[in-house]
C-alpha cells in the first residue's frame, strides 16, 4: 500500500462518479473499465493478466478508493485482481452477498478466512449485512496492512489474526505466490509458486473458535472458507466447530472436478451442500450435480464455485424456511 495513503483515485459503484486528481489516472481508470467489458462475453477471460499488463504500462502509484454508499474499500491502484470493481456492471461473488443478506437479520458470527483485502470483512464492519462480530484470518503481510486499513471506522468490532488457517496449530509455515489472490501454504497449489512471500503461523478454526471465546454449539456462525487450496486441512480441524451452529461457504476452486474438501465434507462429515442460485438456495442431492456444473466451466478460466455445507439443525432449518419463502410456499 502507498505510504502516503494518496486516494487519487475514488469511484462511487452506485452513482458510476469518478473522480481523479491527473488524467493519466483517468485514462487508467477508462482502459481497465472497457478491457473489463469487453471480456464479459468471455467469462472475463485473462482479465487479471490484461489488467496486469495495463498496469505494468501506465505504473500507478497511488490508491483506489471503491465507493459503495457507507462501504469504502481501498487497495493500489496497479492491483491486478481488485481493479475489476471499477466495472460497476460486475459484481464480486454475488452468491455470497445473496446469503449474508438473505440472513441479515438472524444473530450470527462472521467468520471470513482468507480475508485477503478485507472485502467482505470490511462489508460486514459497516453494517451492510446488519450487527454482526466478525473474525478475519490472512496469511499475507501485504494483504494484512490493506485489511487493517480498510477495516478501520469499523461499527461493528472485527477481530484480526495474522495466521494461515491449517489442520493444526503453531506450525511456522511459508506462505507461497506472486500473486496475492493465489497465496497459498500449499506450494502445489495451481494460484501458488515457488516463490516465498512470509512465513506465517498456523492455527486450525477449533483452536480459532477456542481464542475468540466461541461457543460453537450456542453461537451461529457464518464461515467463509477460501484458503487457496488448504480447505481440506482446513476442515479436519473444525472438528468442534462443524458439530456445532455453523454454516460454511466453502470456494470449490477446483477446474475439472470436485474438490476433496467438498468431497470431504459430505462423504466423511456428513455435512449438507446447498447451491447458490441468485436469491435461493437449493440442496443438492448428489455431488454429480456439482461435477456437472463444473464440466459446464472453462478449463482455462479458474472461476471458483461456493457451495454452502452445514450439518447444523439451526441452519437446515433456517435454510429451507428461507427457501420456501422465496418460492412463495406458505
Known sequence: MNEQNREDIVFNRLTRTLTVTDMRSAAQVRILQLTHRALAPLGYLGISRVHGAINAILRPQSDTMIVEGSWKFRYPSNDY???RLLDAGWHYEPEIDSVLRKFANLPFVFIDLGANFGFWSSRMAIGLYGQHNTVAVEASNHCLRILQRNI???????RVYHRAIDEVSARRLNLFGTRHAGLSID?????ASSTMANIVETISIDDLFANEGIDSVATPTIIKLDVEGVEL??????????????????????KRTVSQAVRHAVDDLGMTLHLIESDKI???ESLDEVYELKRRQTAIQATGLNLIATSSNYWLETIRGSSAESEGVG
Not at 152 to 158: D, N, Q, S, T
Not at 234 to 253: H, Y
Open 81 to 83: 485482481y481488485w481493479n
Open 152 to 158: 478501520e471506522g469499523a461499527r461493528w468490532p472485527v
Open 187 to 191: 506450494e502445489s497449489w495451481y494460484g
Open 233 to 254: 486441512r482446513a476442515l479436519k480441524g473444525a472438528k468442534n466447530t462443524i458439530a456445532g451452529q455453523s454454516l460454511w461457504l466453502i470456494e470449490d476452486a477446483e
Open 282 to 284: 437449493r440442496r443438492v
